[in-house]
C-alpha cells in the first residue's frame, strides 16, 4: 500500500533526501549534488538508498522538491513521472502555502526560504527567526500569522573557508572543529576561531539586530544545516538546532497542499 512521503532537498552543494511515514522520519540520506546525472542515474541512486531500510519506489504515494539547483528540477520530476506513479510536488512561489508577503512580487523568494517558511509557522507555531547554514548562510524571520518578513544571505562557512584558503598561500585546509577558544596560538586554532567562532558572532549580531528592529514578541530562533551545530555551540542567541527541519517541512507540505 502505497503511504510514503519522499522529501528532496537540493542545495548548491549537497542533495537531501527524506523518506516520512505520516509524520515519522524513517530514513534520510545526504549526498553530493552532482548536476551531470541523468534521471535514470538518480533513480538508481535513490532506488539503492531505498533498498537499503527494504523499501522502494512503489511504497511512495507523494513526492516533494525544494531546489535551488534548477538544471536538476526537470531530472528529478523526470526520474517520478518515468520509474513512479506517485503525486510529484515542486515548491515554488506559485504554491498556495498560506503565506503572506511585504512585496507584491515574490517569485523571486526561493524554494528553500519557503519552505523553512512554511515549518516555521507549523511547526514551531511562533514567531521564528531560523539560520540555514550551507553553501550560504541564510537567516530569515517569520511571523506566527505566517508573514515572511524577509531574508539576508551571507556567504557560507565552507565556502567562504575555501575561498581563504585559496588566497593566501601560508594557509592550510584545516578539518572544521570547535575552536579551544577566542584566541589561538597556533595559525590552526587561530583560524578555528575565525572561521567558527566568526560565524556565530555573525549569526548572534543579526538576530540581536532583526530582534530590535521588528516589533515581535517570543521569538524562537534555530539553527538547521549539515554545519548547524558545529557553528551553533558558539552561539549565544541560536535556542535549537534542527536537523530535520527542511525535510519536516516538506513533508508538511505533502501531507498537507493539496
Given at each position: ?11 548548491n ?6 523518506l516520512?511515514?505520516?509524520d515519522?522520519?524513517?530514513s ?22 531505498l533498498?537499503?531500510?527494504k ?23 523526470k ?14 512561489s506559485?504554491?498556495d ?8 512580487d ?8 519557503l519552505?523553512?517558511a512554511?515549518?516555521?509557522?507549523h ?5 521564528t527567526?531560523?539560520?540555514d547554514l ?5 537567516i ?10 524577509g ?12 575561498i ?28 578555528l576561531?575565525?572561521?567558527i567562532n ?6 548572534d ?10 516589533n ?7 539553527a ?6 558545529l557553528i551553533?555551540?558558539?552561539s ?8 530535520s527541519l527542511?525535510?519536516?517541512?516538506l513533508?508538511?507540505?505533502?501531507r498537507?497542499?493539496?
Open positions: 500500500m502505497k503511504n510514503r512521503i519522499i522529501v528532496i532537498d537540493i542545495g552543494t549537497n542533495l537531501v533526501i527524506g516520512y511515514d505520516d515519522q522520519l524513517l534520510s540520506w545526504r549526498l553530493f549534488t552532482d548536476k551531470s546525472r541523468t534521471e535514470d542515474e538518480y533513480f538508481i541512486v535513490i532506488s539503492s538508498l533498498l537499503s531500510i523499501e522502494d519506489l512503489e511504497n511512495i504515494a507523494i513526492a516533494v522538491l525544494s531546489s535551488v539547483v534548477p538544471q536538476l528540477n526537470r531530472v528529478i520530476r526520474l517520478f513521472e518515468k520509474y513512479s506513479n506517485c503525486r510529484f510536488i515542486q515548491v515554488n506559485e504554491m502555502l498560506n503565506l503572506k508577503f511585504l512585496t507584491p515574490y517569485s523571486h523568494i526561493g524554494a528553500d526560504l519552505a523553512i512554511y515549518t516555521s509557522v511547526k514551531y507555531k511562533t514567531n527567526i531560523i539560520c550551507g553553501t550560504a548562510t541564510t530569515q524571520l517569520t511571523g506566527k500569522d505566517g508573514t515572511f518578513y531574508a539576508s544571505i551571507i556567504p557560507g562557512v565552507k565556502s567562504s573557508s575555501n581563504l584558503f585559496e588566497k593566501a598561500s601560508q594557509l592550510t585546509d584545516i578539518k572544521l572543529e570547535r575552536p579551544k577558544g577566542i584566541l589561538g596560538l597556533t595559525t590552526k586554532d587561530a583560524l576561531s575565525g572561521i566568526g560565524h556565530a558572532f555573525i549569526l549580531g543579526f538576530i540581536r539586530r532583526i530582534k530590535e528592529e521588528y515581535l514578541k517570543d521569538y524562537k530562533t534555530i538547521t544545516g549539515g554545519i548547524a551545530r551553533c555551540s558558539c549565544q542567541e541560536i535556542e535549537i538546532v534542527d536537523d527542511i525535510l519536516d517541512g513533508n508538511l507540505i505533502g498537507n497542499i493539496k
